[in-house]
């Protein structure tokens, strides 16, 4: 019989980055990329989550992931033909997984995030997924009346970033197993 502790690590194939956004400054609207260097302990290089800190690898919200099968169903809620990631303020778009499942419902059996060509890559960057990523009130201001309400189970998930590197659109993205890593990039 199959045990929990496997199940959790059964994906049926990779996600993809659909979408890398970098947030500027406060108040100031997501600014699309086609690539993004992660910095450990700190989130994407050009975003306003990493500029004003000082690395703390300890830190839940690193970097904001959103699954870009969410948008369809946040479009849905509130009657919109499409929902533009830019006004999400999250960082990365992800198809094909999800992201939710992405965090082990056990303490002592991690599950990363890996971006690369492999998962086993040399050059590529690793994110532990921390949590939910709740929507703010921005959310009724950016979606309009309701946005609050649709963006709820629908927001994605925060991330840490524990092996820096590039990040591109159309990369591939894994669930693996792991322990937590050390800093290496």
Not at 15 to 42: S, W, Y
Not at 45 to 57: E, I, K, L, M, V
Not at 134 to 162: D, I, K
Request: aromatic share 4%.
């Amino acid at each position: 019989m199959i045990t929990l502790r496997q199940l959790v690590t059964h994906f049926g194939r990779p996600g993809k980055v659909e979408t890398l956004l970098l947030r500027p400054g406060r108040n100031q609207r997501a600014v699309q990329v086609d690539r993004a260097e992660a910095l450990v302990g700190l989130g994407l290089a050009g975003d306003r989550s990493a500029a004003a800190r000082q690395a703390d690898p300890k830190r839940r919200r690193q970097v904001t992931l959103i699954q870009a099968e969410h948008l369809a169903a946040v479009a849905a809620l509130l009657e919109k033909p499409v929902i533009d990631p830019a006004d999400l303020r999250r960082n990365i778009v992800v198809s094909g997984l999800n992201l939710l499942a992405a965090r082990s419902p056990m303490r002592d059996h991690a599950l990363r995030l890996v971006f690369g060509r492999a998962p086993d890559a040399d050059d590529a960057v690793v994110f532990e997924v921390t949590g939910p990523c709740e929507p703010c009130s921005a959310m009724e201001t950016a979606l309009g009346f309701g946005g609050y309400n649709a963006m709820r189970g629908h927001g994605g998930v925060t991330a840490r970033v524990q092996r820096g590197g590039w990040i591109e659109a159309g990369m591939p993205v894994w669930v693996v197993e792991g322990a937590s890593e050390p800093s290496t990039h």
